[in-house]
């Protein structure tokens, strides 16, 4: 028996769209509306059970054999304009307007003028004669093997039947009906298959199929949601694609999106209170503000009101499905035309839409289906800096109530430049030298490696020093960097340079500087800062310092007192030239101190001077907080024997304290890494530098 059945409360229907080549094909099944199951018996054939073929034969095939039909050869089947009922191992699928290009290998056979039986089993279901069953198998199992025999010819037999009854075909032609237009070499031909249906009843109807869209109308629409079934293959399960709200109860425009979908099998279903899971919270509700019926409704919505979904409904409360903190990059700079944005979001939004460089973005949007929080952005082909929007809503939100989100990235595939201003020329005289330089934009990294007679390294630091911020562009631009201390060979010295900047684009540069002391005849030169010939220094020890040309020099110093005692120290020299010989010993009267200074290339220069021991003592305190000395002053404090004399510290006058201390606020702190401070005390009648007298 053959039932046909009401389903949804309204008139069901399925709409096939094929695309091929210059045909637009559209296919209609009808079940019926009138509230009755319809059933047809077939009595007309021998029971399948008493049949006896061949055992290659299948249960399609003996049935058809009985009903007298002829098999089709496949050359003479219809491309188009047929009607194809399959049946599958499990069953009677609906029939197609064409036959689908898997079921071409498949046996057919003409039940009626152009309506085909296709046998797609396989052989899967085969007819054996009862004699071989029951020497093969158990009572149960040949018993069990008949009734499946027998169900699947029964169903075949009343497909048969239905077509073949001469009642039927009225019914038929109500049932399923094609409307074709073939379109060949600019010619058209049709063929048109009449049909008739209750248009008082919901129905769906196909209008139009172009440019990737196929358009619908839903005829008699009165309730208040519809749900649009969609599936590209019948014997797959249907699933939700949208959702209508009709504004025409006669007549409900809308489309779908065909895509890649070769077939598209759509059916409209009435949702006035369906509740597939039993959860109390209608299907539509679901489907109105997540995209899904599936929705676990015992979750909290993300307006922290802790509600849940169901109470939301029942309480007649708009859900809040997400909430978006914001966006997320490694960085604003790319290289790439299409970057990936992570979006910061508790839940799940329907829709999203991307918007680059648009000042009205919010009404231009196009909205596409949520998949996830990493979203790819199509900045275009023009380097520079990009206004990205993003905008987040919920199924059933409009695009003004959409969240939005901005970021600022800059697209940039240039690799950076690098440009070197020490030293100025590539041959130098100096075995170490500080290697500087500058890129016009920010960098993420900068090395060397250094190839010379003597070594081989690689992936040696450069610091970043410096960045101009450009308040026009609103970035870091001018780079400045520098390698310090960097020691050469005599010969060529090659470096390749590696920058890498903030959108990943690199860098590779060679510079090679040539070290040659043919040229360094002259001796070095040298200035004593620190005591000055014939100073008056107090205490036992002394530090004389000073500055000379070349960092690579060496100094020593020897200081001889007035028995004739010598002592001899070496020096320390910075970076910036600056040199320290310290703790040198002082004794009471005159000491001489020599400095002998030498550079590289084995030239050297002497200096000397006098300095006395003072009578008056006079010291300076460690400053408490090491950290102080980075600042632009500190304050000072120390003692003095003699409370007449007025106290000077790196220009500034302090104040004698008359106790044996003394103290001096605001005392500049020199550059460099090493604060130096001189302390110097006048007597009474001794001009000070601001040219007054006294404490």
Request: glycine residues 8%.
């Amino acid at each position: 028996m053959k039932t046909i059945k009401k389903a949804g409360g309204g008139f069901f229907q399925s709409v096939a769209i094929r695309l091929l080549c210059a045909f637009i094909v559209a296919s209609f099944l009808f079940w019926a509306n009138d509230g009755r199951a319809q059933s047809f018996q077939v009595s007309s054939v021998q029971p399948i059970s008493e049949v006896q073929p061949a055992e290659s034969d299948s249960v399609v095939a003996v049935t058809a054999d009985a009903y007298g039909l002829s098999q089709t050869s496949l050359e003479s089947l219809p491309v188009m304009g047929g009607t194809f009922w399959i049946v599958e191992s499990n069953g009677v699928i609906p029939p197609f307007p064409f036959l689908p290009v898997q079921y071409w290998n498949c046996h057919a056979w003409e039940m009626a003028d152009g309506i085909y039986l296709v046998d797609a089993t396989g052989g899967q279901v085969p007819v054996l004669p009862l004699r071989l069953a029951r020497e093969a198998m158990t009572a149960n199992a040949v018993q069990s093997a008949q009734v499946a025999v027998e169900a699947q010819g029964n169903a075949v037999a009343n497909l048969i039947g239905q077509v073949q009854d001469a009642e039927f075909m009225q019914a038929a032609a109500a049932m399923f009906g094609f409307d074709m237009r073939m379109l060949d070499s600019g010619s058209e031909s049709s063929a048109n298959f009449a049909y008739s249906f209750d248009t008082n009843a919901l129905w769906l109807e196909i209008t139009n199929v172009s440019s990737g869209f196929s358009r619908y109308n839903l005829h008699n629409a009165t309730n208040l949601v519809y749900a649009i079934w969609t599936t590209t293959n019948l014997m797959m399960p249907f699933a939700v694609e949208t959702e209508l709200w009709p504004t025409d109860p006669n007549c409900q425009p809308f489309t779908l999106q065909n895509n890649s979908r070769q077939y598209l099998f759509v059916r409209a279903e009435d949702w006035t209170g369906v509740d597939s899971n039993s959860d109390g919270v209608p299907d539509w509700w679901s489907w109105k503000y997540f995209g899904n019926i599936n929705l676990t409704d015992t979750n909290l919505d993300y307006s922290g009101n802790g509600l849940t979904f169901a109470q939301d409904y029942s309480s007649n409360i708009t859900p809040t499905v997400f909430t978006c903190a914001g966006l997320e990059v490694p960085n604003n700079y790319v290289s790439t035309t299409t970057p990936a944005v992570q979006l910061d979001v508790a839940g799940t939004p329907y829709y999203v839409a991307v918007a680059v460089d648009d000042t009205n973005y919010m009404t231009d949007a196009v909205w596409n289906t949520y998949s996830g929080s990493t979203v790819t952005v199509n900045l275009g082909s023009v380097q520079g800096w990009h206004e990205v929007w993003l905008g987040l809503r919920a199924h059933a939100g409009v695009p003004t109530s959409a969240v939005w989100q901005r970021k600022r990235l800059k697209l940039d595939w240039t690799p950076p430049a690098l440009f070197i201003t020490n030293p100025t020329n590539t041959t130098v005289d100096i075995p170490m030298i500080q290697l500087r330089g500058f890129s016009p934009e920010a960098l993420s990294s900068i090395s060397y490696d250094l190839t010379n007679a003597a070594c081989f390294v690689t992936n040696q630091q450069i610091l970043v020093l410096d960045q101009y911020y450009d308040t026009n562009t609103w970035e870091f631009t001018t780079n400045t960097w520098q390698a310090f201390d960097v020691v050469l060979t005599n010969g060529v010295n090659t470096f390749t340079f590696h920058a890498t900047d903030l959108a990943g684009n690199t860098t590779t540069a060679n510079y090679s500087i040539t070290l040659d002391y043919s040229a360094k005849t002259n001796p070095p030169s040298v200035q004593v800062t620190w005591p000055q010939n014939g100073t008056q220094v107090s205490g036992n020890s002394f530090t004389v310092d000073g500055q000379v040309a070349d960092a690579t020099i060496t100094v020593a110093a020897t200081i001889t007192d007035n028995s004739g005692n010598t002592n001899a120290l070496n020096g320390l020299v910075e970076r910036s030239g600056k040199f320290w010989v310290e703790n040198l010993p002082l004794n009471s009267g005159t000491n001489t101190v020599t400095l002998k200074v030498t550079d590289a290339a084995g030239n050297s220069i002497t200096n000397s001077f006098n300095v006395v021991q003072s009578a008056v003592s006079l010291t300076v305190d460690a400053v408490g907080d090491p950290q102080q000395l980075w600042q632009p002053t500190v304050n000072l404090t120390g003692t003095i024997s003699d409370s007449s004399y007025a106290i000077w510290v790196n220009g500034v006058k302090g104040h004698n304290n008359g106790n044996g201390t003394w103290s001096a606020s605001n005392v500049p702190v020199n550059d460099g890494g090493t604060a130096s401070f001189t302390a110097t005390g006048y007597a009474a009648s001794e001009q000070q530098p601001d040219g007054s007298y006294g404490n």
